[in-house]
């Protein structure tokens, strides 16, 4: 049974900093992509950032140069430091992983986390 359950997240204010973590359970990890999407109330699942096994990024536009992927570790976990915060960084964040970085940002993933809350508000 594979498993990937997020942590992190929770209150944040705009301009200020959250971190995610994702961590993998049930099979081996390191030779699989990874990676993060976000929605918001009434909106579509949408990507924000995904990482393969051996370190290329993709970043979706409105992250990029806010947050940062990290690699998968050793211990099958990956984070989203996510900085500069703003209003609409708001939504549920979703861990996810599969065999490609394409598999993955396009959201055809087989695996999925349940979500976590990342509220920013002032």
């Known amino acids: 049974q594979v498993h990937l359950v997020e942590s992190g997240g929770g209150l944040g204010q705009p301009g200020g900093s959250l971190r995610l973590s994702c961590a993998a359970s049930?099979?081996?990890?390191?030779?699989?992509?990874m990676g993060w999407f976000r929605q918001a109330p009434g909106q579509e699942r949408d990507f924000v950032a995904g990482?393969?096994?051996?370190?290329?990024?993709q970043y979706a536009d409105s992250v990029n140069g806010r947050f940062t992927i990290s690699e998968v570790n050793a211990e099958n976990t990956v984070t989203l430091q996510m900085d500069r915060l703003r209003l609409e960084d708001t939504g549920v964040y979703y861990c996810?992983?599969?065999?490609?970085?394409?598999?993955?940002?396009?959201?055809?993933?087989?695996?999925w986390g349940q979500g976590i809350q990342v509220t920013v508000s002032s």
């Open positions: 990482v393969t096994w051996h370190g290329i990024k």
């Open positions: 049930g099979r081996q990890f390191n030779r699989y992509a």
């Open positions: 996810t992983s599969d065999l490609t970085l394409e598999t993955v940002a396009t959201g055809k993933s087989a695996y």
